[in-house]
């Protein structure tokens, strides 16, 4: 119940927020450019509003977890808020699983709006709508949520720039990890392409939430890996988010 | 929340993703190898999008590159390959590697020295102080073509930059020599021989103008003969008598003053040594 009050109030937060509304408009523009840039194309359309559509909604959406999850902590932390809010008979990982839990709310309602937007650009060109592109959209949630848990835990002991910086960091490093398994493979057997190989596993690969080529290109995906990217995902945000309250109950507010 | 159950939830999710990821690892995903590159747009407007790091982009496209060339189960590989490039080019037009680079794996991989010729001339058009690639261009036209007159022109190119090597007029000389250009072939073999110090270059030079005035000796020689043929009805007993019957003002020696040998049975004249055996 208390997770659930503060989830309600943090939402209510969230949509106050202009930034929210700025990313969204963004992402309205970048989605009906892509019916410009069909004008200039040669060949499959679809294709191209459906790479920018999806793109949008994932560059977007990310940017709106890192914005806002970033300052949901500190700033109640910096107006001092949270001294009124511990007072009260709340845990601490309950006060942080409402706060991430509110802003999951909010990406969910934003990537909704978004989606419909795209679909209706889908539906005016006549294209016939895929089953596979809501798959997409809901890997792109999937890795908004570890996003935002990644936010949140930044949010705990670091400033909004610095935490904006640090997850954004992460964003680029979960997409490009998976390059590090190429220079593994061309590493001599040894200590140090075992310790490579650790961090290769360790670090975070969101390209497992990554499905928007098979569905450009009408590939055909493994339905197992639906289950195991999923399972990745949601242990990686327990995993992120067990950290963030591992350093939330650290901090000393008296 | 105890905090030893926040370290045996932290431990244990950790080592779960981590097996979870070994495992989706495993599961083979469609891919499109190579596929986003050709969207890229033509390194001149992509330059603008880099915010004044178009030479570290071109870094990242040519070591992609290299990795998309590298792998063989990709058989519509080369298709792009003047696009790519080209956008390497435009990004960083003085990187001389991605030139050379692209230019082998054209002629050797691709089999299209055409493409070669396309992607080294850029290389000029964008560093022209640098004799390499017609170099390049002229190798691959006279090994891999066999076009003796596109040789040539790609060696003269290169013999007309600053510090170009030595080798290219030798280069040219032969390509000369291999067109039938033997007058050519003659003045470059001979500029090589007067004004080179090295012995060694001085016995090459030796040997190939040795090669040349046989091949045109031996082509006046044949002419004669075979107007000899025409007028008597068979060929002649000896050299001499071409002379005798006035088909040639004076028989020709070899470079080294000797004569060159001749079967009246056949008609074929030709000369005492093979030139790369002198």
């Known amino acids: 119940m208390k997770i659930r009050a503060i989830a309600i109030i943090t939402f209510k937060e969230a949509i106050r927020d202009r930034i929210l509304y700025l990313l969204l408009f963004f992402a309205a523009v970048c989605i009906i450019f892509s019916r410009l840039l069909v004008l200039l194309t040669v060949g499959d359309r679809a294709k191209i509003i459906t790479d920018v559509g999806l793109a949008s909604l994932s560059v977007f959406g990310t940017l709106m977890a890192i914005l806002i999850g970033t300052g949901l902590v500190y700033k109640e932390i910096d107006k001092r808020t949270i001294y009124t809010l511990l007072s009260k008979p709340i845990q601490r990982y309950q006060f942080l699983l409402g706060k991430y839990l509110g802003l999951l709310l909010t990406l969910f309602i934003m990537l909704a709006l978004m989606t419909v937007i795209f679909l209706v650009l889908f539906l005016l060109h006549k294209y016939p709508i895929e089953g596979s592109i809501f798959i997409a959209i809901l890997f792109i949630f999937v890795e908004l949520c570890l996003i935002t848990a990644v936010a949140i835990l930044f949010s705990c002991f670091s400033t909004p720039i610095l935490s904006t910086l640090f997850s954004l960091s992460f964003y680029l490093i979960g997409h490009v990890s998976w390059g590090l398994e190429t220079l593994i493979n061309k590493m001599p057997q040894g200590g140090i392409k075992t310790l490579a190989r650790i961090i290769y596993i360790l670090l975070p690969d969101l390209e497992n939430f990554n499905f928007k080529t098979e569905v450009v290109h009408h590939l055909p995906i493994p339905p197992k890996i639906f289950f195991y990217s999923s399972l990745y995902g949601i242990l990686y945000t327990v995993f992120i988010l067990a950290l963030a309250m591992m350093v939330f109950r650290r901090r000393d507010f008296i | ?278």
């Not at chain 2, 995903?29 to 915010?51: D, E, M, N, Q, W």
């Not at chain 2, 992609?64 to 792009?80: F, K, L, P, S």
């Not at chain 2, 102080?129 to 036209?141: K, N, S, T, V």
């Open chain 2, 1 to 278: 929340m105890k905090k030893s159950f926040l370290i045996i939830l932290l431990i244990l999710s950790c080592g779960l993703f981590m097996g979870v990821k070994v495992i989706v690892d495993k599961i083979p995903r469609s891919k499109v190898p190579g596929a986003s590159i050709i969207y890229l747009p033509s390194g001149k407007y992509l330059k603008h999008a880099t915010f004044g790091y178009s030479s570290l982009l071109a870094d990242l496209v040519y070591i992609w590159a290299i990795q998309y060339y590298g792998d063989h189960t990709i058989a519509e590989r080369y298709d792009n390959l003047d696009h790519i490039f080209s956008i390497i080019a435009e990004l960083d037009p003085h990187y001389l590697d991605p030139y050379e680079v692209g230019a082998i794996i054209a002629v050797y991989e691709a089999r299209d020295p055409y493409l070669a010729f396309k992607v080294l001339d850029r290389g000029l058009e964008k560093n022209p102080d640098q004799w390499i690639f017609p170099y390049q261009a002229g190798h691959y036209a006279a090994i891999n073509l066999k076009d003796y007159d596109l040789a040539r022109q790609y060696y003269k190119k290169t013999m007309a930059i600053e510090g170009a090597p030595a080798i290219a007029q030798r280069l040219y000389a032969d390509a000369a020599f291999k067109g039938t250009d033997f007058q050519t072939a003659w003045e470059n073999w001979e500029e090589v021989y007067q004004m080179t110090d090295d012995e060694r270059i001085k016995k090459i030079a030796e040997n190939h103008l040795y090669q040349v005035k046989s091949a045109m000796d031996l082509a006046k020689l044949k002419d004669a003969i075979e107007k000899y043929r025409q007028i008597n009805g068979r060929f002649p007993d000896n050299l001499d008598q071409l002379q005798s019957a006035g088909f040639l003002a004076s028989i020709p020696k070899d470079w080294d003053g000797k004569d060159y040998i001749y079967d009246p049975k056949t008609g074929e004249a030709d000369s005492q040594l093979k030139w790369w055996k002198r």
